[in-house]
């Protein structure tokens, strides 16, 4: 009886209490053409204007790769960067445009995504509406997934032609 009066009031406690979250955007463009140089910096603009109209969020920074495939993580220094800081607990959610931009690889996305949820970090991938910190966001985050790596491999067959 203890441990559940105990609970309750951990509970409650976290209810009641008021969480900032130390916010890290991330975005991406694959190339360093011009149209997508404007794209970039426009991504950029709208995370800084998105994270401070969130009366609970705090910038920590914005994570950008440009001109990087998102079909491995292994060359994009900023998203390397940002899981770093997150495993250092400077964040606690990021914030990307969507799945595409953070992971062309299904592997990758749920990789990244599972280890850090069990950091406490969620991941909110705005235009595919999927929160990483909700009970069914790890199978929507998959589907999603594999349509972005199909998408990348079908891309890379027509320059390929």
Do not use: H
């Amino acid at each position: 009886m203890i441990g559940i009066n105990r609970y309750e009031r951990l509970r409650e406690q976290q209810l009641y209490e008021k969480k900032t979250y130390r916010v890290g955007a991330y975005c991406r463009v694959s190339t360093d053409k011009e149209d997508q140089a404007n794209s970039f910096e426009s991504q950029q603009r709208y995370f800084r204007e998105y994270i401070t109209r969130q009366p609970d969020w705090e910038i920590q920074e914005i994570f950008a790769d440009e001109g990087t495939s998102g079909t491995s993580t292994k060359k994009r220094k900023a998203f390397n960067r940002m899981i770093d800081m997150a495993r250092a607990g400077e964040i606690n959610l990021i914030i990307t445009k969507e799945i595409s931009r953070f992971a062309r690889n299904t592997l990758d996305s749920i990789y990244y995504t599972r280890e850090l949820k069990r950091l406490g970090v969620g991941v909110i991938f705005l235009n595919d509406n999927i929160n990483t910190m909700e009970p069914d966001a790890e199978l929507r985050l998959t589907i999603m997934s594999s349509i972005a790596q199909e998408e990348s491999r079908k891309t890379s067959e027509e320059v390929l032609i």
